[in-house]
């Protein structure tokens, strides 16, 4: 299970900003269900250390090409009330999010009435939990059939009274109006590989703006804000329709327009890291004169499953790895340099790869 699945209420921009990342062209119509096969595109993670890196490495005056990680955005179509009992195609819309690995539930958090809102008002806390009852009920769904397995299994084997237990305090908790995913933090618990519950996965909310509101905020995001802070999710403020004007334009003059709207970074790059974020994931790279590259690998991975991205045969006759942070290969200037300053570590097999570590894998097979 892989991506990051955009999530939302129908015309809250969800096709707009999916069609800003990949720069694709994914119809985005004024009226609900324009989307309804799932689309899939695979971005770049924006990373300055591999420019950084390759700039270490020219060799002849040819500099070494850079090749960035990607991670997957999914432009689900729009839930509706109901959607858990099919309304509005939910059921297939559903089975979609139940693929990807975590949500961008994007919220409308802006006043157009050229953009019809599907309930006929603005509240972004009452679409948010729209979507999160829709989501909650097909797992109560989900739980319910789990546990009448469970209860008929339990009489045979008494082992499974434990997980039986589990999924009726996920029940109790859902139907109390929270989250599974908060269950889930609070008791440690991992879930079965094949129970794929809806609202066990991690969120990063996305409030859609206008561009006048993009820098300050409005009490809309100041609500959203105050009620992802109290899950300990992210929250990402963009505005929908400036990052598709900044995907048709070159870098340079999208740089120049950030910097005219007072930006550091567009909000596709702001979504992007704040995704791979919430995956749970590190970027390692590895830097020599024939490739710059990064390299995707779960938080807590040791160097061994690290150098498993690279390829398996790495992992498998993994010896050691030499290993530097970034930050201090360039204070060093080059590898040489570094080499001599000791910074370059060899580490073993029990190492806890860190994000931008820099590493040369030495094995056998």
Known sequence: MVGIGIVGLPNVGKSTLFNAITKASVEAANYPFATIDKNVGVVAVPDERLDVLADLFVKAGRRPPIVPTTVEFVDIAGLVKGASQGEGLGNQFLA???????????????????????????????????????????????????????????????????????????????????????????????????????????????????????????????????????EAADVVVISAQIERELAELTDGEALEFLTDLGLERSGLERLIHAGYDVLGLITYLTASEKEVRAWTVPRGATAPRAAGAIHSDLERGFIRAEVIHWTKLREAGSMTAARARGWVRTEGKAYVMQDGDVMHVLFNV
């Open 96 to 230: 979609h999010i139940r693929e990807v690995a975590a949500i961008a539930h994007v919220v409308r958090c802006f006043e157009d009435d050229n953009v019809v809102h599907v309930a006929g008002r603005v509240d972004p806390l009452a679409d948010i939990e729209t979507i999160e009852t829709e989501l909650a009920l097909a797992d109560l769904a989900t739980l319910e059939r789990r546990a009448e397995r469970l209860r008929r299994a339990v009489k045979a084997n008494p082992d499974e009274a434990v997980q039986l237990r589990e999924v009726e305090t996920l029940q109790a908790a859902l139907e109390a109006g929270r989250q599974a995913r908060a269950v889930l933090v609070e008791t440690g618990w991992t879930l079965p590989s094949d129970l794929q519950l809806l609202t066990a996965k991690p969120v990063v909310y996305v409030c859609n703006v206008s561009e006048a509101d993009l820098l300050g905020g409005n009490e809309w995001v100041t609500a959203v804000q105050a009620k992802a802070a109290a």
